[in-house]
């Protein structure tokens, strides 16, 4: 197993890509403490994995406010004794819909606390007990709109960009210590939240589910919607040994549509 022995935080742990990786990360040998601010859907993915046999620690965190970060992590070390994994999963989707000149300030100020304010807040906690043990491994899940500007999504589009530069500048800070730093840039995923939102778009539309989807897949080289499943081996492989001389790397993981479609869609 690639990850035996290991301790994992994983943030946003309960649901879509969080929670596959979190099931991957556990098929893998590690132990677990994945964090989210729903306790229903975190102890629903806990319960998956101790099923398992593995261990796993549901902790209620809203990764906007740093206390809480604080005690997760705490909690994460005092509960296996060590930390070797951060996974900062965690995020607000892309719900803005507006022109930076009609949005809310709100979204703007929610995007950037949780997506990349909060990123930063996991991470500079984990390394408080990585850097003693001089290892450690964060990886920082960021998304093709940090790759290319999305219009009316400026908020989470922003905050994204600002996840790569963050692991990029961390890999830098960190690596003295021999703490690697990575991102994953997914594009459109099959998590439910996905196909909440394809259902939506296309009755908007007034086309079919079917329409939408095929939609979607014209702007990937690969003509499939990538599944949360797949995201999960890239995290599996940044955190593993196999990837032991990878830093500072954003892997983008979306089915080739930065390729087909450099400029996004609206």
Known sequence: MKLHNKVAIITGGGTGIGKAIS???ADEGASLVIAARNTDRLEKTAAEIKAKGKKCLAIQTDISDEKQVEQMVEKAVKEFGKLDILVNNAAIGTYNNADVADMK???????????LTGTMYCARHALKYMRPRKQGNIINIASVAGLSGVPKESPYSVSKWGVIGFTETLAVEAGIDN????CISPGPTRTDEFDDWVKTSAKDAGISYDEMMKNLTDFNSIKKIAEPSEIAACA????SDDASAITGHNL???????????NMIQ
């Not at 703007?108 to 997506?115: H, Q, R």
């Not at 703490?179 to 990575?182: A, D, G, S």
């Not at 983008?252 to 450099?262: E, Q, R, T």
């Open 252 to 262: 983008i993981a979306n089915c080739g549509f930065h390729i087909v479609h450099p």
């Open 236 to 239: 599996v492989f940044l955190a």
């Open 23 to 25: 099931l991957a990360f």
């Open 105 to 115: 300030l709100d979204q703007w100020v929610i995007s950037l606390d949780v997506n």
């Open 179 to 182: 703490i690697r730093v990575n």
